[in-house]
């Protein structure tokens, strides 16, 4: 998952302001959620430790206490990944012919070692208007709201039009783990077949006053690949050195990386961000945009634009040097040197385009090939009325005032390969976060009680809405 960028609420801070309503978070249904949310961040879900198949089956026996019969419920793993694995629930619609909706959320969590953190990361902490705790953001809200909705929706009663299916997944924070949503899309496409997904990438912003400040919907994401630059040389003695360097090579290939911009590209849904960004931007922010947007290829607007960091990835495909190994003794000419460079691809381009633009960088002593896995290629959904419509009306009622962007993230998302076999992915909005990002991926991350509670009914009202 990735946050709001610090750019939205500085180009658009003033446009409007909510008070934050404290609630009293003592409703039998929060107290319900908060025993689903806190069992779920306590169980421990990191890859080198933990436990998506346990998280899995604890969701699972919540959805069959609530009613829920065993074929309604479908376990998924593999043989080589036992501890990976997830869960599909469906809640059928009455409508055969209304397409399902899919509700998609990871339970895996990014590393967290106890030493680092004040608390216990695997121990959900209420402090100072927080929950603290590994995942309480990432992802294991949106995991929490949409299970706890499932076992609402069926103790309820209610009925929808359209089925609703709801699948959690592991993998999304480690490119070499087993990925469920991957192996879902390829494996059981029938399973998980939707009009669309909602899914985490969206958001909210607080400003400094702690009033939220915008909601973003994403509609759309980048991939990521990374890709290894290697030279190798004979070596020899460093006591006689000579211009064929491995080191000085990669160097020199690193660095024309460094120098090169890829070139402006839009997609409908970063036209509009940036539409709406200029309206808010001041001179000369604001008019470099509406220069660029006009013509892709104005270097003088690019420069000016792409001076925040936000901005300059949402235009373009990026390529960054994340990893360098080089040499064998301080005594010896080096052998070997490899870099690891990390790519975010635009939507529309190609691991294979970018490999050439690359290779054509690097040079002819710089040998650079694709890493695995190799994601696919980002296909951008439309900004559908039939999508955005209902996200809008919901938010008016629950966030009144505040402006809804569209989103490319900058980031990736397991949307990507839902995207790829045809079933577009939303990043919705519901959860507000402050400005740092609220430790995601660091240390201590936290989740802001009101904005937890205000998120979940937000997006249980928001699946009722699509789901009709």
């Not at 946050?3 to 003033?14: C, D, M, R």
């Not at 309480?136 to 929490?144: I, L, N, P, R, Y």
């Not at 985490?200 to 990374?226: F, H, S, T």
Request: a neutral charge.
């Amino acid at each position: 998952m990735r946050a709001i960028s610090t750019f939205l609420g500085a180009t658009i801070l003033g446009v409007a302001g909510l008070a934050s309503a404290a609630l009293a978070q003592d409703r039998p249904d929060q107290k319900a959620y908060l025993g689903l949310y806190k069992q779920l961040v306590e169980t421990n879900t990191t890859l080198s430790s933990g436990s998506c198949t346990t998280a899995a089956a604890q969701i699972g026996a919540r959805l069959k206490a609530a009613g829920y019969a065993d074929q309604d419920i479908t376990y998924f793993a593999v043989p080589d990944h036992p501890k990976d694995g997830g869960l599909v629930a469906v809640l059928k619609g009455s409508d055969a012919t209304a397409k399902p909706i899919l509700l998609l959320a990871h339970l895996d969590v990014v590393e967290a070692k106890r030493a680092d953190w004040v608390r216990d990361p695997f121990t959900l902490i209420d402090e100072g208007g927080y929950y603290y705790g590994r995942g309480t953001v990432d992802d294991k809200a949106m995991a929490a709201v949409w299970a706890d909705s499932m076992v609402r929706f069926k103790t309820e009663g209610y009925r929808p039009k359209r089925t609703i299916k709801l699948a959690l997944t592991c993998g999304e924070e480690t490119t070499f783990a087993f990925n469920g949503a991957e192996w879902l899309s390829k494996n059981k496409r029938e399973l998980i077949d939707a009009e669309f997904a909602l899914n985490e990438g969206g958001g909210g912003r607080y400003g400094p006053d702690g009033k939220p400040q915008l909601l973003a919907l994403q509609v759309g994401e980048k991939a990521a690949q990374n890709y290894t630059f290697e030279t190798t040389n004979p070596g020899g003695h460093s006591s006689q050195p000579v211009p064929d360097n491995a080191i000085y090579q990669l160097a020199d290939a690193l660095k024309a990386v460094q120098g090169y911009e890829f070139p402006v590209k839009f997609t409908e849904t970063t036209r509009a961000f940036f539409g709406m960004a200029a309206l808010g931007s001041p001179a000369p922010l604001r008019t470099a945009i509406t220069a660029l947007l006009a013509n892709p290829q104005d270097t003088a607007a690019d420069k000016i634009v792409s001076s925040d960091k936000m901005m300059h990835s949402t235009l373009r495909t990026t390529c960054v040097a994340t990893i360098v190994n080089a040499g064998h003794a301080e005594n010896a000419l080096p052998q070997r040197a490899t870099a690891n460079v990390n790519c975010r691809i635009f939507p529309g381009e190609t691991v294979e385009g970018t490999l050439a633009k690359l290779q054509e960088l690097a040079g002819p002593a710089v040998k650079v090939t694709a890493n695995a896995p190799i994601r696919p290629t980002a296909v951008p959904p439309a900004l559908d009325p039939k999508v955005v419509g209902p996200v809008k009306a919901v938010a008016a009622k629950h966030f009144p005032g505040l402006p809804l962007l569209p989103l490319m993230s900058t980031g990736a998302t397991d949307g990507v390969f839902l995207e790829a076999v045809g079933i577009p992915v939303y990043g919705v909005p519901g959860f507000f976060l402050d400005k740092d990002g609220n430790g995601m991926h660091g240390l201590n991350e936290r989740m802001r009680k009101d904005s937890l509670y205000q998120g979940r009914d937000y997006l249980f009202d928001l699946v009722k809405a699509f789901a009709g």
